[in-house]
């Protein structure tokens, strides 16, 4: 049984930082692709970063880029969300997640990120 386990979130003061890790079991993610996504109140599903089993990695929004860093450790099947400067407006639940060829196929239940003002 393949799972995603998220740790690392918690309640953090605006301009803090925090790293998310994500630990995937049940299943070797070589090849695969890594990334976080992330949900807001009352807002759809959005897409933070990714990164590949090469290391090449993708942003979301314009936002994220130069506050947010990912990576990922292959030989430990985690991979890892650094988020510095964080706003307000980064709370959210902050989703693990990982593909089976080119569909976002394995989910974890998320860990909760709150920045306040």
């Known amino acids: 049984q393949v799972q995603l386990v998220e740790s690392g979130g918690g309640l953090v003061q605006a301009g803090g930082s925090l790293r998310l890790s994500c630990a995937a079991s049940g299943r070797t993610f070589s090849g695969e692709t890594m990334g976080w996504f992330r949900r807001a109140p009352g807002k759809e599903r959005e897409f933070v970063a990714s990164?590949?089993?090469?290391?090449?990695?993708?942003f979301g929004a314009d936002s994220m880029k130069g506050r947010f860093t990912i990576s990922r450790d292959n030989a430990k099947n985690t991979v890892y969300l650094q988020m510095n400067s964080l706003k307000p407006a980064d709370t959210a639940v902050y989703l693990c997640a990982a593909t089976a060829g080119t569909i976002w196929r394995y989910w974890g239940q998320g860990t909760q990120v709150t920045v306040s003002s």
């Open positions: 990164i590949a089993w090469s290391g090449g990695s993708t």
